[in-house]
């Protein structure tokens, strides 16, 4: 995946299970953006106030939450749309049984540093459940499909 920066400034949500790669797709592709993540903020409301903030002050911004309902990611939609700021997708179009699979990895291996630890299966499950796949109708300048597969640092991350 070549992901390239759309315009000036812009907001990227992210759509993806625990463990489909998001937040090191975030590392790789999209470093120089701001990163809104529940896990490290711990509310819906702080995250949408660092996204107000970082848009405030001109940077672009990534949404690096799961956001199954088109519901949730309307949210940060709106906050976009305050700043006129175009906002885009990328859908992490993984199964579950490889979103259990890096779960585990996380426990696992060693010789990779993650950015969560292992989540409880329920959680995976429950994103599937909920899951709303992301439309360009819901007012996205557009839905990038992705079934990432991240850069291996060493033989033993392999």
Avoid at 15 to 21: C, K, L, R, T, W
Avoid at 39 to 55: F, G, H, I, N, S
Avoid at 115 to 142: M, Q
């Amino acid at each position: 995946m070549n992901f390239t920066k759309g315009r000036p400034q812009e907001a990227v949500i992210f759509v993806g299970s625990p463990g489909a790669g998001k937040s090191t797709f975030w590392s790789n592709y999209c470093k120089t953006y701001a990163r809104v993540n529940n896990d490290e903020l711990k509310t819906p409301a702080k995250c949408q106030k660092a996204m107000r903030d970082a848009l405030k002050a001109g940077k672009s911004v990534v949404i690096d939450n799961t956001n199954p309902k088109a519901m949730t990611r309307l949210l940060y939609l709106k906050i976009a749309k305050e700043y006129k700021v175009p906002t885009r997708v990328v859908f992490f179009d993984i199964s579950k049984e490889v979103a259990m699979h890096n779960n585990m990895q996380r426990e696992v291996n060693t010789s990779r540093s993650h950015f969560s630890k292992k989540v409880p299966s329920i959680a995976i499950h429950t994103y599937y459940k909920y899951l709303e796949h992301p439309l360009e109708s819901e007012g996205f300048e557009s839905v990038i499909p992705t079934s990432f597969i991240p850069v291996f640092v060493s033989k033993e991350d392999e």
